[in-house]
């Protein structure tokens, strides 16, 4: 007998929004899905959740979902629906005639980190083994890639140090450039409990984020930085640390190498918190205060986001952090570390899978022979030894006409790449644009097919959180295309004349695992056994390792690289004297074509820009009314909010809605190590446009 409204079945599944990656159980009544319930097991969340996984899930039924595939000749013709068969053999066919005209490099594709580390591994092994080139590319590109390069470069890891359950152990929490409470909301619960317990918090962000101060918690110090500042401001921490003699000379000396060139870079006067003073507007003696809190408080962690990696010393900046963890000992046990909080609920995975034009899965650089020689064989195809492109010149070279063709896998890049006239003039010149997704988004409407993909709620698979937690995507529904998104990818591989044989997403992890040494032993029924996964795993520790480089670094000794402070070109200007920078909100999930479509639309209905009282009244904004807000690239109109969140001299933004299309006014400016865009620092004008 079943209770009336009660559910009749449960699905383990996680959340596909954030990098906290929860586990929720999924209830149904029949096939309709009733409500999300925090799993009390998860090994994230214990039980919790926030407002986006536990009610945001309604955009999986949404009217707006794309069904049935879709073609046309030319953009400006209507979409036609066609069969499947129709739409990969023409995908297909077109794919090659390009490659025929324009050489077997004028095509690539994008992987998603919204999609299951299954479904991005057949991506960018289609690319590889079918379309014959390195040319994927991941939108970790656009975030991350800055972690992968800079922890690799000191610590020899692509990943964040520790899992979360470490904050509680910390003394000393620093925050950069990160806003967990809206970004990362049950981290930040932790994190807040600990906290609340007595450790200390130190905030280094241009905007006074609710961390700073919150009922019952309260940083020690809040580093209001210009934007755009973070590695100086890094260096006179570090400056402090070592002129100060509070260095972890054991740690030091039996862990770390190169630390003697560092140190000499680092102690002199340029890096001093008295000239960093100058560069940054904080108080040198707030600096000094902070650096020697890190430094002589105990178990020191170091959490960061977007606010690190979006600039244009993105990974000199994750490499400063690590200097200054190493220098105070700061590495390899619980309640320290380096730890990049993830934005997409698998920034991780799609970066472990392979997706970047250098590394195949693993991180492994596509040059290595010998392990080319591995996926060869197992494969069957040989690998090109050479990198291929980054999404950013992928952009360049279609412009230049060079590139043609482009697979994009649940990505919106026409709304959250910056330059949006750059980025849809690219997407204007190819022959060829195939977009997988579940909504027809800025980028379809430069599309010429597009293959309906699948929700969460759909995917078999697995994603892998910000603490390298591998955790399982249980479908709680059949897919509503008809197909998952691994097995179109297989269907258009075996079009192109290449066959992946897989019958089940869990015979592509097995291959993962065999393929990757940091999978060592997993696989669906090892996560059915053991909830989840954190890699490094192997038979010695097969549910993985929560803390990284205990006794050792993975490259053996961790690695002190100078880092010297270069300001970013992008500069106020009489023309654009104010400076934007960008983030998210609570309820809001990067480019919303999720959240929009659920009731958390009724919280946050529009982007708005925040600005100081002094800035709106020397221009006449009182709040609410609507300002454009331009830049050297574009112009775009949105309503102002008056706030002392934010200094004088910088504004804020989010970038949730394609109606105010933030990225309009965002440059092509990026990371000198990974291209990664430099969205937190844009030289903007503000102006008054009508009183409401
Ligand atoms: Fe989902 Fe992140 Fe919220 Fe957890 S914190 S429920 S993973 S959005």
Not at 134 to 145: E, L
Not at 355 to 362: A, I, K, M, N, V
Not at 567 to 581: A, G, H
Not at 627 to 645: F, K, M, P, Q
Request: some cysteine; hydrophobic content about 40%.
């Amino acid at each position: 007998v079943v209770q009336l409204g009660m559910p009749t079945r449960t699905v383990l599944t996680t959340c596909a929004y954030c990098g906290v990656g929860c586990s929720f159980k999924a209830e149904l009544r029949g096939d309709e899905l009733v409500r999300m319930v925090p799993y009390k097991d998860g090994g994230a969340n214990e039980g919790h959740s926030c407002v986006k996984g536990r009610f945001a899930f309604g955009y999986a039924t949404h009217p707006d979902r794309v069904m049935k595939p879709m073609l046309r000749e030319k953009i400006t013709d209507p979409w036609r629906e066609v069969s499947w068969e129709e739409a990969i053999s023409y995908t297909a066919s077109r794919m090659r005639e390009i490659q025929t005209s324009y050489g077997v490099s004028s095509i690539g594709g994008i992987t998603s980190s919204r999609c299951t580390n299954e479904e991005v591994y057949v991506v960018q092994k289609l690319v590889r083994a079918a379309f014959g080139n390195n040319n994927v590319d991941t939108c970790a590109r656009v975030c991350h890639s800055p972690t992968g390069y800079g922890l690799k470069q000191t610590f020899g890891e692509s990943a964040g140090t520790q899992d979360f359950r470490s904050v509680a152990a910390a003394d000393v929490i620093v925050v950069i450039g990160a806003n967990p409470t809206d970004g990362h909301p049950v981290f930040a619960s932790r994190m807040k409990r600990r906290l609340r317990e007595g450790a200390k918090l130190v905030v280094v962000d241009p905007r006074r984020i609710d961390l700073v101060r919150s009922p019952h918690v309260e940083a020690t110090h809040h580093l209001q930085l210009q934007p755009g500042t973070n590695v100086a401001v890094v260096n006179a921490f570090a400056h402090v640390v070592v002129t100060e003699g509070l260095v972890d000379a054991d740690f030091v000396a039996s862990r770390c190498e190169g630390y003697d060139e560092w140190a000499r870079f680092i102690a002199q006067p340029e890096n001093s918190p008295e000239v960093v003073e100058s560069i940054t507007g904080v108080p040198a003696s707030e600096i000094r205060a902070a650096a020697r809190l890190y430094a002589t408080g105990g178990n020191a962690a170091i959490y960061y986001g977007l606010g690190v990696t979006e600039h244009s010393q993105g990974s000199t900046m994750v490499m400063g952090m690590a200097n200054l963890a190493m220098a105070t000992g700061n590495v390899g046990r619980d309640g320290v570390g380096v730890n990049p909080l993830r934005g997409q609920n698998n920034v991780q995975g799609s970066c472990d899978m392979g997706s970047f034009p250098h590394e195949l899965p693993g991180y492994r650089h596509v040059s290595d022979d010998a392990v080319r020689t591995v996926f060869e064989q197992v494969w069957g195809r040989s690998i090109l030894p050479t990198p291929g492109l980054r999404i950013p010149n992928m952009f360049d070279s279609a412009v230049a006409g060079t590139f043609r063709g482009l697979f994009v896998q649940g990505e919106d890049i026409a709304q959250s790449d910056p330059n949006t006239a750059h980025v849809t003039a690219a997407l204007k010149a190819m022959d060829l644009v195939v977009v997988q997704d579940l909504f027809l988004n800025e980028t379809s409407k430069f599309a010429h097919v597009f293959l309906p993909g699948t929700s969460f709620l759909e995917k078999d698979g697995t994603f892998t959180n910000a603490e390298r937690r591998i955790n399982r995507v249980r479908p709680v529904m059949a897919p509503k295309t008809g197909k998952q998104e691994w097995q179109i990818v297989c269907e258009l591989a075996a079009a192109l004349g290449y066959d992946m044989e897989y019958t089940h997403p869990r015979e592509i992890m097995d291959e993962i695992a065999a393929l990757t040494p940091t999978f060592a032993g997993v696989s669906f029924a090892a996560l059915d056994r053991l909830g989840s996964i954190q890699w490094p795993c192997d038979e010695n520790a097969p549910a993985g390792t929560p803390t990284m480089h205990v006794d050792s670094f993975t490259r053996g000794k961790g690695r002190f690289v100078p880092t010297s402070f270069v300001p970013t070109s992008e500069r106020s200007t009489r023309k654009y004297p104010l400076i934007l920078t960008t983030g998210r909100i609570l309820s809001q999930y990067n480019v919303g074509a999720q959240t929009r479509r659920t009731a958390n639309i009724a919280w946050h209905p529009e982007d708005v820009l925040e600005i100081h009282p002094h800035d709106a009244e020397v221009r006449g904004i009182r709040d609410g009314d609507s300002v454009t807000l331009a830049s050297r690239v574009g112009t775009t109109s949105l309503h102002a909010v008056i706030s002392d969140r934010m200094p004088v001299g910088v504004v804020y933004t989010t970038f949730h809605h394609p109606v105010t299309g933030a990225n309009v006014v965002t440059t092509e400016n990026s990371d000198w190590a990974t291209n990664c865009p430099e969205y937190k620092v844009t030289a903007v004008q503000v102006a008054l446009v009508a009183q409401p």
